[in-house]
């Protein structure tokens, strides 16, 4: 089947929330036909104004186009809007861009199959008003020739960076997991910074700045570690884990001397200590990758 052209290639969205109606919102901007549909019909009238169908319901819906992205609150809310109307998919290509797990993602890829539909599992690494511009990230996971088929319409999304995967359609939700354990890490780390600071009458926004520069420097471990923790070899070109224990130990203690919660800084000294235990204290910071591959208690 060939590829279809960048504009006119009829689109359907299930679900508009605010990623929804981002999402709708690009492909109308790109000149597709755009059928939407939501359980509150309410949240389609921009849409419905600038030119999208509103279905007045799901297999309707389904039925309007040849490829449904589908994004709602989570997996089981896809299979009970789409469950009962699975016979309307087959010949279709469904792109979920659900936030879940990769098992949950897999599930549904094996699901779609009995149905005949082809399926493609994504994530969105962007928040909603940059849907549709450069600064916008999707990650699609599944067979690479209905990527190929749809990557024009899908290119609407995010034209810069819209990234294909592989064929397991699991590795886009690890993905979108893994990105967001950054983000959570980093903000978190910035809260109980700016809890700190603010002990000595320090506005976070006058804190703000300095993380920044400090994000960015961290930033650059990353590409150093990756090559470190690809190796399986952790030489302390930096710091040793001995050295971060001091300093963890440190935090740990100006945050209960503050009346700051120190759950987080013990968390990391806690980690750091088994990977002392554990034969790494002479080694870089990387080396705890290898108590992060250790199932939990």
Known sequence: MSTLPASGA????????????????AFLAKGHPTTVWNRSAAKADDLVARGAVLADSVQ?????????????????????????????????TLVNLTTASSTQARETAEWAQKLDAAYLDGAILALPHAIGTEEATLLYAGPQATFEEHRATL???????????????GLSALYDLSVLSIMWGVLNSFLHGAALLGTANVKASTFAELAVTAINVTAEYASAYAQQIDAGEYPATDATVNVHVGGMTHLVEESETLGVNAELPRFFLELAKRAVAAGDAENSYASLIKQFRKPSA
């Open 10 to 25: 009829p689109v359907t969205v299930i679900g508009l929330g605010l990623m929804g109606q981002a999402l709708a919102g």
């Open 60 to 92: 309707s819906a389904v039925e309007a186009s040849p490829l449904v992205v589908v994004c709602v609150s989570d997996y089981d809310a896809v299979h009970q809007l789409l469950g009962p109307v699975g016979g309307s998919l087959a010949g279709r």
């Open 155 to 169: 290119e609407v999304l995010g034209a810069e960076a819209t990234v294909y995967l592989d064929e397991d359609h």
